[in-house]
């Protein structure tokens, strides 16, 4: 009986350890299935924030459904993208001188370009300006190159039937396009003015000490973002956007980027205010700044020093402006490009900064040298 006993209460004393095992064995799989529950929801969530900050929104197209209207004359292009333009000046059967213009960043056709109209006439020019692809009311490029830029200007003056060929004025990051026609489509050129332009610091051209010390004097916040669109331009639309380190000085609003000259221009403009400047950005940011931003700083086919003088019987010329007073863009690179290319006449304006095209003084001086030949 003893014996009968004893086992039955070891079955009983199994029994119970067996199921407080079972339990305890239940609780930790139901804690390490939170534990991996709640790993895979903060993984999944560090991947959609990541996927949607990464990723830019689709652009807002002029003229389609909820889209911008469209209130400027365009052209449409072999792709079946548009051009919006603005003609200035005599009509283009009458003129003389025919002079597309590129504006810079964060601009439009609109730009007010400082030159008279009375010295048009007596010059006899036609102006033509555009909205670069995804700027204003130009439809976005998403295969948008330094190559594109030339052959869009291409096509915009053959569809206005300008002739066989025009004059180029660029300004800043607006110069790029001018490089590009320079190098794809320089027979259709009769002279260009590339004014203040920008500087891409991974050019081949530049000796490498050059390049840092141009770099270097740039704002910290305005390195980080160009070397960002240089080496990993997929991080472009989330670090221009982001909140925790500051991206561009320009879009932030920053002064101190401005020379004195630059000052006086801005207050100048806020005094009389341009019109259509709030047209520049409303396809979307990704598609006009941030775009322009990786052209312009990405890895380009060629240098400005791989150019070839496209006027070598002097039929032409080719003309860089600079304010020695630009903080914006180091004048020391172009200086030097302009050394290492003869051919280009160069010029340092002392007194003048970034802003140097909204003055009239010097936007006279450049369109008359940029005409004389």
Not at 348 to 368: F, Q, R, W
Request: proline fraction near 6%; glycine fraction near 8%; charged fraction near 25%.
């Amino acid at each position: 009986m003893a014996g009968n006993q004893t086992k039955r209460i070891s079955a009983a004393s199994a029994r119970a350890h067996t199921r407080k095992s079972n339990k305890g064995g239940r609780k930790a799989f139901k804690s390490s299935s939170n534990m991996i529950a709640l790993i895979v929801a903060v993984v999944g969530c560090f991947i959609g924030y990541a996927y949607f900050s990464l990723r830019a929104p689709p652009p807002k197209i002029c003229g389609s459904p909820g889209g911008p209207l469209v209130t400027s004359p365009r052209i449409k292009l072999s792709d079946g993208r548009h051009l919006a333009y603005k003609e200035r000046g005599v009509s283009k059967e009458e003129a003389k001188y025919k002079i597309v213009v590129t504006h810079g960043f964060d601009d439009s056709k609109d730009f007010r370009l400082a030159i008279s109209e009375e010295l048009l006439k007596e010059l006899q020019i036609y102006i033509l300006s555009f909205d670069r692809a995804g700027y204003g009311e130009s439809d976005p490029n998403p295969g948008r190159s330094v190559r594109s830029e030339a052959f869009d200007i291409q096509e915009l003056v053959d569809g206005l039937q300008l002739g066989p060929k025009f004059y180029l004025l660029g300004m800043s990051i607006g110069a790029y396009p001018v490089y590009s026609c320079l190098k794809f489509i320089p027979h259709r050129l009769s002279g260009a003015a590339l004014v203040v332009p920008f500087v891409n610091y991974w050019w081949r051209c530049f000796p490498a000490p050059l390049s840092k010390e141009g770099l270097g004097r740039m704002l910290v916040q305005d390195q980080w973002t160009f070397r960002i669109a240089h080496y990993a331009p997929s991080l472009v639309y989330w670090w221009m956007t982001q909140k925790w380190f500051p991206s561009m000085s320009i879009m932030e609003g920053k002064m101190d980027i401005f020379s004195r000259s630059d000052l006086e221009v801005i207050k100048q403009l806020s005094e009389d205010p341009m019109e259509g400047q709030e047209k520049v950005r409303q396809q979307g940011v990704y598609e006009c700044l941030h775009r322009d931003m990786m052209v312009a700083f990405g890895k380009w086919d060629f240098d400005p020093t791989d150019i070839t003088n496209p006027f070598p019987n002097k039929e032409g010329s080719i003309h860089i402006w600079h304010g020695y007073e630009d903080k914006m863009i180091p004048f020391t690179l172009n200086r030097y490009l302009s050394e290492k290319l003869p051919w280009i006449h160069y010029h340092e304006v002392p007194d003048a900064g970034h802003l140097m095209i909204y003055n009239s003084t010097h936007c006279e001086a450049i369109i008359k040298a940029l005409v004389s030949t």
